[in-house]
């Protein structure tokens, strides 16, 4: 990355409705997944397993299987508030200037960790500040809060500066959004990351682009396609991995199409972190 440090290509991203994923989950998979040889996880607080993420990768360290060092954990921070690369995200409601550390911190107490190696703002606007990860009015829709985006990336380089993580990002943002943070007067510390939606049906030509003009590396989200999830999504749509034509690919070179698909990130030089609990997945997805 700009900054000197190095970020795995292929990670693993531990989110799990928490409503149908059954405790432990994460654990076991992220035990297994270090075991492949995955070196780079993606949490955030509002996954609600970052306690079960934490505990994976330090059983992983007590036995000897890698060091600290050796782990990645990419975090959010998200106008609200989480962290781990272990990758970290600020959730949308952890936005205003005073919650940046406390959110961080928070993470990290809950991971048990000193540190995270990437810590992102998950989104580029916010929600309002509270204890409701999705707070809404009484007629349902979405509550917002007016957060200077410039104040929140200062804090977030406070976090830098104190040891709490090793790197900056950021995560869906566009170009304009980025422009923001890259002309901000005094920037100490500019974004080495931008995690993204990308895969066969989303390419995003334009923003690989623009960050490839600004030594800014892609992380790719659902790089197996988008979510399935009904409240969001066209179930229509066919579904990415049923594709034709990648169906016919992964069965001229007898591998999955998972495998075809991630290839087709990797080769572009597009960090990708596919999800997955099953352990068959997780080392196929390696592979």
Not at 62 to 70: L, P, S, W, Y
Not at 207 to 231: A, N, W
Not at 266 to 281: E, L
Request: with cysteine; proline share 6%; aromatic share 12%.
């Amino acid at each position: 990355m700009s900054d000197g440090f190095k970020i795995p290509l292929m990670g693993i991203g531990t989110y799990g409705d928490p409503r149908k994923t059954p405790k432990g989950t994460a654990y076991e998979s992220v035990k297994y997944a270090i075991d492949v040889g995955y070196r780079h996880i993606d949490g955030a607080l509002v996954y609600f397993n970052e306690h079960e993420v934490g505990q994976a990768i330090r059983e992983k360290i007590a036995d000897g299987t890698v060091k600290r060092e050796d782990i990645f954990y990419c975090g959010k921070v998200s106008h609200r508030f989480s962290v781990f690369s272990l990758l970290c995200k600020l959730w949308n409601t952890f936005h205003p200037p005073e919650l940046v550390r406390p959110a961080l911190e928070r993470t990290l107490k809950t991971l048990q960790l000193d540190y995270v190696d990437l810590y992102i703002v998950e989104l580029p606007m916010a929600f309002k500040p509270g204890d409701t990860f999705y707070p809404r009015d009484d007629n349902g829709k979405y509550l917002y809060h007016d957060t200077d985006l410039c104040a929140t990336w200062e804090a977030l380089e406070a976090c830098k500066d104190a040891g709490l993580t090793k790197s900056l990002g950021v995560s869906n943002f566009n170009k304009r959004q980025l422009e923001l943070i890259l002309n901000k007067p005094g920037l100490k510390y500019k974004p080495v990351s931008n995690q993204i939606e990308c895969h066969p049906y989303f390419t995003q030509p334009k923003m690989m682009e623009f960050c490839k003009q600004h030594d800014i590396v892609i992380v790719g989200y659902s790089p197996l396609g988008t979510s399935r999830d009904p409240s969001w999504v066209n179930l229509k749509s066919p579904p990415l991995l049923e594709d034709e034509l990648l169906v016919s690919i992964a069965n001229k070179y007898k591998k999955t199409t998972a495998q075809v698909v991630l290839r087709f990130n990797v080769q572009r030089n597009v960090v990708v972190i596919p999800k997955s609990f099953s352990q068959k997945r997780i080392k196929e997805n390696f592979e």
